[in-house]
């Protein structure tokens, strides 16, 4: 498979931006953005509303249940937000890229060496968004199956919603069900549209960004002493990359410090609903657990890249002729070496780096909230009983 054009990477992230009220490169915010944040604000209030209600030893599972949901509709909200604020140097940064990449396309070799990477990435973004829209769908009609599956058991008809709300009005009639579930599919859809678009947007980015770390260690790599003269071009080039490098961090370090401090949480809780709760929980959880491990996960996996591609300038450096080039040429390999051992990195705000480490981190401290529940947990019918 070829290498893909820049805009195909974009198109889809493009279209989301749009819908959200933030198009791409234009520096002001359209009405609709503020049209889909107040559904989605007033879906927050009334799930954390239901929340509060409902804070008690006795409810304590269905607290656990209820929390995925608020979380990922606040990392939702907190995310979009945190982008907006960003779109101008998004769009700088995306089209300094696209300046490289325009290089990258003329030039056989270097064309073959970000092929394989980026052609993934072009492939993840097509399924990425895909299997989130299919899961939150999946999720959100499930309601209307567990509704027919207790009517043709039990013939009585439960007004069940999709997500646990306390509002002003009984929703035990057709009409005010209808609307609320309705307007509760309809957050599921922005929240997805949201979280989809800024993680989208931060595959891309890193990606392209690591494939220009590729091409600076590959040119340094091949310097010996009959083209030693371009090395003045490399380093500047090599500046140029560290300083998109920093921007891609401005960017996201919001985002990705969101996104640490909720998927403890999010992960805890689906874990703990999936072992403890009813098996009517099980599918519900199950889709909103793989949801979030594969936003974490690949989060991770692209900031390692950066981190790797980073530090093999200098490795590539080392592995040049050095010994054959004149002392001045030296003394910059010198420098680029020492440069890179401090690889770029992508932070949580400098709280956390993001890599495999962060990763197996959240995966850790996830595992020991859910077994401090397990065993705090008393089913309601033990409390009774006592």
């Given at each position: 498979m070829d290498i893909p054009p820049y805009e195909e990477f974009l198109k889809q992230i493009k279209i989301n931006l749009w819908l959200t009220g933030i198009p791409y490169g234009d520096p002001k915010m359209y009405l609709r953005f503020y049209i889909l944040l107040c559904p989605l604000i007033i879906m927050m209030v009334t799930e954390i509303s239901f929340f509060v209600s409902r804070i008690s030893a006795e409810n304590f599972l269905e607290l656990t249940q209820l929390a995925p949901c608020i979380c990922i509709g606040i990392l939702s909200l907190l995310k979009i937000a945190a982008i907006s604020q960003k779109r101008g140097k998004i769009y700088a940064l995306t089209e300094s890229l696209s300046q490289l990449y325009d290089h990258i396309l003329v030039d056989s070799n270097k064309r073959q060496l970000v092929r394989h990477e980026l052609v993934l990435v072009n492939m993840l973004?097509?399924?990425?968004?895909?299997?989130?829209?299919?899961?939150?769908?999946?999720?959100?009609?499930?309601?209307?199956?567990?509704?027919?599956?207790?009517?043709?058991?039990?013939?009585?008809?439960?007004?069940?919603?999709?997500?646990?709300?306390?509002?002003?009005?009984?929703?035990?009639?057709?009409?005010?069900?209808?609307?609320?579930?309705?307007?509760?599919?309809?957050?599921?859809?922005?929240?997805?549209?949201?979280?989809?678009?800024?993680?989208?947007?931060?595959?891309?980015?890193?990606?392209?960004?690591?494939?220009?770390?590729?091409?600076?260690?590959?040119?340094?790599?091949?310097?010996?002493?009959?083209?030693v003269d371009t090395l003045g071009e490399i380093v500047k080039s090599h500046q140029y990359i560290l300083k998109l490098g920093e921007d891609l961090e401005d960017i996201f370090t919001?985002?990705?410090?969101?996104?640490?401090?909720?998927?403890?949480?999010?992960?805890?809780?689906?874990?703990?609903?999936?072992?403890?709760?009813?098996?009517?929980?099980?599918?519900?959880?199950?889709?909103?657990?793989?949801?979030?491990?594969l936003q974490i996960l690949m989060m991770s996996v692209f900031g390692e890249n950066i981190i790797r591609e980073s530090t093999k300038v200098g490795d590539a450096a080392f592995l040049s002729n050095w010994y054959k080039m004149d002392t001045k040429s030296k003394k910059t390999i010198l420098t680029i070496m020492i440069r890179s051992h401090k690889p770029q990195r992508l932070t949580a705000y400098k709280f956390s780096t993001i890599s495999y480490g962060s990763f197996t981190k959240i995966i850790s401290t996830s595992w020991s909230y859910f077994t401090i529940l397990r065993t705090v947990y008393k089913p309601p019918e033990m409390n009774k009983s006592e």
């Amino acid at each position: 498979m070829d290498i893909p054009p820049y805009e195909e990477f974009l198109k889809q992230i493009k279209i989301n931006l749009w819908l959200t009220g933030i198009p791409y490169g234009d520096p002001k915010m359209y009405l609709r953005f503020y049209i889909l944040l107040c559904p989605l604000i007033i879906m927050m209030v009334t799930e954390i509303s239901f929340f509060v209600s409902r804070i008690s030893a006795e409810n304590f599972l269905e607290l656990t249940q209820l929390a995925p949901c608020i979380c990922i509709g606040i990392l939702s909200l907190l995310k979009i937000a945190a982008i907006s604020q960003k779109r101008g140097k998004i769009y700088a940064l995306t089209e300094s890229l696209s300046q490289l990449y325009d290089h990258i396309l003329v030039d056989s070799n270097k064309r073959q060496l970000v092929r394989h990477e980026l052609v993934l990435v072009n492939m993840l973004m097509k399924y990425f968004f895909v299997l989130n829209a299919v899961l939150i769908t999946v999720y959100n009609f499930s309601t209307l199956a567990m509704i027919l599956y207790h009517y043709f058991t039990t013939n009585e008809i439960v007004f069940r919603l999709p997500y646990a709300v306390l509002l002003p009005f009984s929703t035990d009639a057709w009409i005010p069900w209808a609307g609320v579930y309705m307007h509760s599919v309809l957050c599921g859809f922005i929240c997805v549209l949201y979280y989809t678009t800024v993680d989208g947007l931060y595959f891309v980015l890193t990606s392209h960004v690591c494939g220009n770390f590729r091409v600076i260690s590959d040119m340094i790599g091949k310097l010996d002493a009959t083209n030693v003269d371009t090395l003045g071009e490399i380093v500047k080039s090599h500046q140029y990359i560290l300083k998109l490098g920093e921007d891609l961090e401005d960017i996201f370090t919001a985002p990705n410090l969101f996104n640490v401090l909720v998927g403890s949480l999010e992960i805890c809780a689906l874990g703990f609903n999936l072992t403890t709760g009813s098996w009517e929980q099980i599918p519900g959880s199950l889709l909103f657990i793989i949801s979030v491990l594969l936003q974490i996960l690949m989060m991770s996996v692209f900031g390692e890249n950066i981190i790797r591609e980073s530090t093999k300038v200098g490795d590539a450096a080392f592995l040049s002729n050095w010994y054959k080039m004149d002392t001045k040429s030296k003394k910059t390999i010198l420098t680029i070496m020492i440069r890179s051992h401090k690889p770029q990195r992508l932070t949580a705000y400098k709280f956390s780096t993001i890599s495999y480490g962060s990763f197996t981190k959240i995966i850790s401290t996830s595992w020991s909230y859910f077994t401090i529940l397990r065993t705090v947990y008393k089913p309601p019918e033990m409390n009774k009983s006592e």
